[in-house]
């Protein structure tokens, strides 16, 4: 006895149906189903922008509260800066998970020095402690771009510029995030840091009056939000001196 079904290929999907006009039967026309190659990663990158000024007695911190994936706004209210100690602030910018994992791990490192030392670290200490951090995870990295700023043991302004795998460098400012390469050729151009293979070594902290350095942060965030789309809404600027710490406000574009 003859069958009336049509014999499909095992390697062929049946995907366009048609009915006879002669009968009820229900055909089907074959055709090929390409492999697609997996595409998922443990990584996203929410952008935004960074910036931090070392000067004579302070330190200016500053970054944007635009969270987004892709072209898409997360958030507009979200703080990437994070202070560490009375006298040590971080802003990250990258995957805003990892960041989360990386402050949790160094506030859970603080926490153990302070009680070992019964003090508080130094800037310069945790900066230390932040490469280590980093460089412990190099094989499957916290996906975040650092700057530390902070007041050094005599009272000295000090930035550290990181990269995901914790080398990092002392330097008088610094730019990290979506927005870095539109801002550091700003900074460059406003505050020519001295290089650092001059001999003998020059100290890298701004000439900037600490009014001035805060002005010249709102000054590149306004000019990186009109071309970069993941730096915008908001600016929060965190400004640490002998006082302590206090924080400043102002608004960016929102579209």
Not at 32 to 50: I, L, R, V
Request: proline letters at 4%.
């Amino acid at each position: 006895m003859k069958s009336d079904a049509i014999n499909v290929p095992q390697n062929e999907i049946a995907a366009f149906l048609y009915f006879s006009p002669l009968s009820t039967k229900c055909f089907s026309a074959p055709f090929t189903m390409t492999k697609q190659q997996a595409n998922w990663s443990p990584y996203d990158n929410n952008g935004g922008s960074c910036v931090a000024i070392a000067g004579a007695d302070y330190c200016v911190i500053a970054a944007d509260t635009r969270m987004s994936t892709g072209y898409n706004i997360l958030t507009r209210d979200y703080s990437k800066i994070c202070k560490l100690a009375d006298k040590c602030v971080m802003a990250s910018s990258g995957f805003q998970a990892d960041v989360k994992a990386l402050q949790k791990q160094l506030a859970a490192r603080h926490l153990i020095y302070q009680h070992q030392h019964n003090k508080q670290m130094s800037c310069p200490a945790m900066a230390q402690l932040l490469s280590n951090t980093l460089y412990y995870k190099r094989f499957f990295p916290y996906y975040s771009f650092n700057v530390l700023g902070g007041l050094d043991n005599e009272g000295k302004g000090c930035v550290f510029t990181y990269d995901a795998v914790g080398s990092y460098e002392k330097v008088g400012y610094s730019s990290q995030g979506s927005g870095s390469t539109l801002i550091m050729p700003f900074l460059d151009n406003q505050l020519k840091s001295p290089s650092p293979l001059l001999l003998p070594a020059q100290d890298a902290v701004t000439p900037l009056m600490e009014a001035e350095a805060i002005d010249l942060v709102k000054t590149v965030f306004a000019s990186a939000s009109e071309r970069d789309i993941y730096t915008g809404d908001k600016l929060e600027i965190v400004v640490i001196n002998a006082d302590g710490i206090r924080r400043e406000y102002m608004d960016l574009r929102k579209d």
